[in-house]
Antibody
């Protein structure tokens, strides 16, 4: 059974850096074809893809947020970490991590399953 | 503003079929067969229903089907049931190797 769980602060101040950790089980990010992505959803709004990291360390970012995002993996701990700098109230959202799978790391594009999500509020 | 366009809401009666369109461009939906669909119930995480335009993950009912024509992909739900009432999101791979989502469609089962 594959599970993922997000962890991190529930409240951050504007201009601070957010660090979120996705801890997963049931697969290894050292296995060919595996990836983990981050997606967020502001309250009452649509999903927004943020970043994805693959087994071969290929990393892809949302073009609109690329300058603020960094995604890394720790294969030994089965964890993926997302950092987002210069947080703003508009970044208030539920942040999800999810598994991605495919043949080519450059084209991984769907997510299943998802973690339960963690609500991050940006406020002073 | 989402890159992929979906109607804000659709509705149907139990047993009926409904279709949710997802319109993109020649740089995303029209360029690749990498369209997926997600179902999200209130307060829950999204669930993958369709990937690569028309493929169903194991465990997803065959009442759900996907298709694509040009720059528009579609999700069809046949034999509508009360439990299908949820938000539905499409997503697509893009020519810049990113992933984009639609604005979401709220399905109401009358």
């Amino acid at each position: 059974q594959i599970t993922l769980k997000e962890s991190g602060p529930t409240l951050v101040k504007p201009t601070q850096t957010l660090t979120l950790t996705c801890t997963f089980s049931g697969f290894s990010l050292s296995t060919s074809g595996m990836g983990v992505g981050w997606i967020r959803q502001p309250p009452g709004k649509a999903l927004e893809w943020l970043a994805l990291i693959c087994w071969d360390d290929n990393k892809r970012y949302s073009p609109s947020l690329k300058s603020r995002l960094t995604i890394t993996k720790d294969t030994s701990k089965n964890q993926v970490v997302l950092t987002m700098t210069n947080m703003d109230p508009v970044d208030t959202a539920t942040y999800y991590c999810a598994q991605s799978r495919g043949v080519y790391s450059q084209s991984l594009n769907w997510f299943d399953p998802w973690g339960q999500g963690t609500l991050v509020t940006v406020s002073s | 503003q989402s890159v992929l366009t979906q109607p804000a809401s659709v509705s149907g009666s139990p047993g009926q079929s409904i279709t949710i369109p997802c319109t993109g461009t020649s740089s995303d939906v029209g360029a690749y067969d990498f369209v997926s669909w997600y179902q999200q119930h209130p307060g829950k995480a999204p669930k993958l229903m369709i990937y690569d335009v028309r493929h169903r993950p194991s465990g997803v009912s065959d009442r759900f089907s996907g298709s694509k024509s040009g720059n528009t992909a579609s999700l069809t739900i046949s034999g509508l049931r009360a439990e299908d009432e949820a938000d539905y999101y499409c997503s697509s791979y893009t020519s810049s190797t990113s992933v984009v989502f639609g604005g979401g469609t709220k399905l109401t089962v009358l």
